[in-house]
């Protein structure tokens, strides 16, 4: 069995296992890594997470939302590409993946919003060893 099948049919199995005992399984979640400056590699994890929804539906499940995580980059050190097209190509997956019938979706932004928001200036005033043979420094 495909990883993404044996993933789904885990994911599926606790869905259902959660409905059975009287839990509402509201959706499902993913994130696709750190600092990821590729915008298509959101497609994928959605087209997986439609096919999860739809079976979750076959079982009388309804899925309402999907948290796509973060991941999205700031930057660092070479340039990246805006935001917008990011959001521009998750929102043509999520409607390819899911057409009209597109669950709630939730962001987890983070970084791209708030690692430019400031920057640390520091003096290191002293650095000392506690004891001539220690091999630390103190800084």
Known sequence: MATFEF?????????VRAHDR???????????????TDPSQWRQ????AATLSRAAERRGIALSRIDIGGGFPAQYRGRILPLDRYAG???????????VS??????QPGRALVAEAGVIQTEVVLVVRRTP??????V
């Open 7 to 15: 993933a789904t049919h885990t994911a599926l199995d606790l869905i």
């Open 22 to 36: 009287g839990l509402d399984p509201l959706g499902v979640a993913f994130h696709v890594g750190s600092q990821q």
């Open 45 to 48: 994890p959605l087209m997986d």
């Open 102 to 107: 597109c669950p709630a979706v939730m962001i």
């Open 133 to 138: 043979d220690a091999p630390a420094r103190w």
């Open 89 to 99: 190509t998750i929102h043509r997956a999520l409607a390819d993946a899911f057409g």
